[in-house]
């Protein structure tokens, strides 16, 4: 008996986890504040659709504007960078982007969350930021509150890896890995 039960909580495992890998990302339209537009030093916001960016491999990295998220996954992050992958120029066949649930933030984290965001926005025009004002991606995508999620997809818009909450070293090379082979390399 415990040993069908578990059977069968392996069964539904993908189904548990949130987004199944193999499967389309559901469409995700954030238009409250969306995505960040360089213009000049100013910064603009536009509507966003999460497949806006098919057509190319992407990562999709989804933060709780909370003090601290943004540590859980800098390994991953930091592994992207040094992969170097090719996302520098705006027809790049990879990019990250960026989603910061701004619906789970106080009044401080809001302020603090949109500042760093045009910041970050300022300082790699490459990278696309969402700001995502009403939480509209977390409730596409089913995600728990108030964590990271890393989506990795392929130019389809169907997802190669998903993680919600910190990634293993052993996941960051998985995942970096996906988005390697994927572009050939």
């Known amino acids: 008996m415990i040993r069908a039960a578990a ?53 999709i990295y989804h933060l709780a504007a909370r003090m601290g998220i943004d540590d859980i996954n800098k390994p991953y992050i930091d592994a992207l960078i ?28 809001h302020g603090i969350g949109v500042s760093r965001l045009e910041k970050n926005q300022r300082d790699t025009p490459y990278a696309l930021f969402v700001a995502d004002e009403k939480g509209a991606a977390r409730a596409a ?14 130019r389809d818009g169907t997802v190669l890896f998903f993680k919600e909450g910190r990634l293993s070293p052993e ?8 988005i390697q082979e994927r572009l050939g390399r």
């Open 82 to 109: 040094a992969a170097k992958l090719p996302e520098r120029l705006p027809d790049s066949p990879y990019k990250t982007v960026t989603v910061l649930n701004l619906s789970e933030a106080n009044w401080v984290t």
């Open 171 to 178: 996941e960051i090379r998985m995942a970096v890995g996906i």
């Open 7 to 59: 059977l069968a909580l392996l069964a539904l495992g993908p189904i548990l986890a949130g987004i199944p890998v193999g499967t389309r990302l559901p469409e995700a339209h954030v238009a409250d504040k969306g995505l960040l537009v360089l213009d000049g030093k100013a910064v603009t916001y536009h509507p966003w659709k999460a497949s806006a960016t098919n057509g190319r491999v992407r990562t």
């Open 141 to 154: 995508w089913g995600l728990a509150p108030g964590t990271s999620a890393v989506i990795v997809l392929d």
